[in-house]
């Protein structure tokens, strides 16, 4: 199905549950300065906030450049098209922005130990992430830990590989029999897979469920929106580009078959309360009511990720606490694919087992990307720990050739995120709220794992 565009179903939308936010938003692409930012504990005088402005600015140029000659370093912008449009038509080589990236981040450092606050150090680390990944760009590679700790602010700890093997033997267990263990897995998975005439009604019933949890809690602008695509020929299972002006193109690759618990997890992964309202909790709070123009561009290879990526995989299990996504699958969606909902509980209980088996990226990438094993051994690690066929643990190590330690942001950061949910929920307030306040907050991996 090769870029097969679909309309959300419009139910989705009739009645949005969310309010416009009443705060005075300037008009997209002209944000007006605040005079007074608070920052949890901290404060921007009007000669701080005025400084940061600048040295914002001074940034998302910086990053547009960047992308100019690094296609994949924008994720998304929705800043003043003009600044876009000067950086596609101005020839800038690595070495003049590694110059600018350096100079800038020095700035930034002494204004930031001058005045500290939040918005200020998260600054600080976007421009020293930058200045790493233009190095990267141009093929001198730093080791992986290394790279992690300059990108994302986050080293992922070493592993026991026995700890791998010893969930790899309960799986045994639980999906007995005489194939490679991989197989077996994959068969059964691929036994659930969603038909390609019942994707769209099925991820329009996940999507609708995360949606009604998610503004159940949130207050989302009124025109907040989405579109859905199935798409072909991917290193990952799905994508979201966030448009600007509360908008998201969320992609789902159908390379391979989609399986049926695969409908939930994208529908929170990508949309709600994942990455679709990252970032217009971002675009609304940060850029329209703050006046913060740096995030008006999110850098992939960036400590935002953390945050992105870690909540969008927690947000699953915010919004599907305990057994509520296996009850919501096995009622709801297993019927609408023709599938049977006997099989619910065995899938439950694999995802669970798996899911201690997520870390086992961040081994392998760290020795693939460091010289100790070859592609193949690579490949062959990705259909053990992964337990996935040849194509996908091929994808798999595609997917960390073409963006490297990010993949530690799905599982490290969702551990990050959890943790801090978990310690601010507590006798304080409910889950939503802290994770509202973790999206919301100028938070690098190193902030969330200190914060009390």
């Known amino acids: 199905m090769k870029y097969l565009v679909v309309a959300v179903a419009s139910f989705l939308f009739a009645a949005c549950g ?7 938003s300037p008009e997209k692409n002209a944000p007006s300065p605040a005079s007074e930012v608070k920052t949890n504990n901290t404060s921007e005088t009007p000669d701080a906030s ?9 940034f998302v140029k910086l990053s547009l450049a960047i992308g100019v000659l690094d296609p994949a370093f924008v994720d998304a912008y929705h800043g003043p098209e003009e600044w876009a449009d000067a950086a596609a038509n101005q020839a800038q080589s690595f ?11 020095i700035k930034v450092s002494r204004a930031n130990a001058d005045a500290p606050t939040l918005r200020g150090a998260m600054l600080e680390k976007l421009v020293r ?3 790493a990944r233009i190095e990267i760009a141009q093929e001198r590679f730093y080791p992986f830990d290394e790279e992690t700790r300059l990108l994302y602010d986050a080293v992922a700890p070493q592993y026991e590989v026995n700890e791998f093997y010893a969930v790899l033997g309960e799986i045994d267990t639980l999906l007995p029999g005489d194939a490679p263990l991989h197989e077996r897995v994959d068969a059964f998975r691929n036994s659930l897979a969603i038909a390609e005439d019942k994707l769209l009604p099925v991820f329009n019933a996940a999507i609708a469920e995360c949606r009604k949890r998610t503004l159940a809690h949130y207050k989302l602008p009124d025109n907040e929106r989405f579109r859905l695509e199935f798409v072909t020929g991917k290193s990952w299972s799905g994508y979201n580009w966030y448009q600007g002006d509360y908008e998201s193109l969320i992609q789902v690759n159908t390379d391979f078959p989609i399986i049926i618990d695969r409908a939930v ?45 870690g909540s969008a995989n927690y947000g699953i299990e915010l919004a599907f606490p305990g ?23 065995r899938l439950d209980r694999l995802n669970k087992l798996r899911r201690k088996l997520s870390h086992s990226r961040n081994h392998i990438a760290r020795a693939y990307l460091d010289g100790e094993i070859d592609r193949e051994e690579a490949i062959g690690l990705s259909m053990e720990f992964g337990l996935q066929s040849r194509e996908r643990a091929e994808q798999s190590v595609r997917f960390i050739e073409t963006y490297r330690g990010y993949v530690i942001n799905y599982n490290l950061g969702r551990d990050l995120v959890e943790n801090y949910v978990r310690r601010k929920a507590v006798g304080r307030e409910d889950s939503w709220d802290a994770f509202r306040i973790l999206l919301t907050t100028p938070l690098a991996a190193s902030d969330i794992e200190a914060a009390q």
Request: aromatic letters at 10%; charged letters at 25%.
């Open 129 to 131: 992430a930058s200045a």
């Open 50 to 58: 005025a400084a940061l402005n600048e040295m914002g600015q001074a």
């Open 265 to 309: 997890d994208l529908g929170c992964h990508e949309g709600y309360p994942g990455h679709h309202t990252w970032n217009v909790m971002i675009e609304r709070d940060f850029f329209n009511k703050n006046g913060w123009i740096e995030y008006s561009v999110y850098p992939l290879f960036s400590p935002l990720s953390v945050t992105a990526e």
């Open 95 to 105: 070495d003049a922005l590694a110059a600018d990236a350096e100079a800038l981040l």
């Open 18 to 24: 969310g309010e416009a936010d009443t705060a005075s």
């Open 323 to 345: 057994d509520e996504k296996i009850t919501f699958e096995r009622d709801i969606l297993f019927p609408l694919a023709g599938l049977n909902p006997e099989d619910a509980d």
